[in-house]
């Protein structure tokens, strides 16, 4: 069965620095999606990342990028010049097509609670 | 365009009730899924619904259950209610046949008394 573990429950940065937020995952799959979804405290989850498991290239998404390392079954998110609006529970989850009907498996992670202190 | 609308917002049962949930996915999208979000158990898959027709879902009790109309809304139902369905609840739509990206509504917050 598929698993996504976030081992960071609360991490803080300074504004403008950098942190890095971790994830792994656990699959025999070998296609598969990844996403980063931010949940500010409003509650209205966004899209943040996204990461095909084909691809070998990481994404990056202006101050937001990943580190997927498919064999190490990592997928980290680095958030450059953090900002206070980056303050946020953050869900690393994973995806997979089961049938060509369209039917899917998406796995959320617990989340990590980002705060950015000025 | 409009994003993902849940209604209500806030809900509070007692136990033994039932409750409806209405989710209006963004205009031309026909997948929506539905999650339950706990401090504990972070995002757990109740449901998908496609084309007024349940496509996929998760381990949650029969008391949870769901329909999706012609136009694309949906509902959940969540009969004799428990003190632990209290949570928010997220309904999501995405934009094709095969989920791939999902939009999140707001959610409803159910508390159980």
């Known amino acids: 069965a598929q698993t996504v573990t976030q081992s960071q429950p609360e991490m803080s940065v300074q504004e403008a620095e950098t942190v890095t937020l971790s994830c792994t995952y656990d699959t025999s799959e070998s296609n598969y999606y990844l996403f980063w979804y931010k949940q500010p405290p409003s509650r209205q989850m966004i899209l943040v990342i996204r990461q095909e498991a084909y691809k070998q290239q990481n994404a990056t998404e202006n101050r937001f990028s990943v580190n997927f390392q498919k064999a190490a079954k990592s997928f980290s998110l680095k958030i450059s010049d953090s900002q206070l609006g980056d303050t946020a529970m953050y869900f690393c989850?994973?995806?997979?097509?089961?049938?060509?009907?369209?039917?899917?498996?998406?796995?959320f992670g617990t989340g990590t609670r980002l705060k950015v202190l000025a | 365009k409009a994003g993902v609308t849940q209604t209500p917002r806030y809900l509070i049962k007692t136990r033994g009730q039932q409750v409806t949930l209405s989710c209006s996915p963004i205009s031309g999208h026909r997948s929506v899924s539905w999650y339950q979000q706990t401090p504990g158990q972070g995002l757990q898959f109740l449901f998908e619904?496609?084309?007024?027709?349940?496509?996929n879902k998760g381990n949650f009790p029969g008391r949870f259950s769901g329909r999706q109309f012609s136009n694309s809304r949906s509902e959940m139902n969540v009969s004799t209610l428990e003190l632990g369905d209290s949570a928010l609840y997220l309904c999501?739509?995405?934009?094709?046949?095969?989920?791939?990206?999902?939009?999140f509504g707001p959610g409803t917050r159910l508390t159980v008394t």
């Open positions: 619904y496609f084309s007024e027709t349940q496509r």
């Open positions: 989850a994973f995806m997979k097509h089961v049938s060509a009907s369209g039917t899917y498996k998406y796995i």
């Open positions: 999501a739509s995405s934009p094709r046949g095969q989920n791939y990206e999902q939009y």
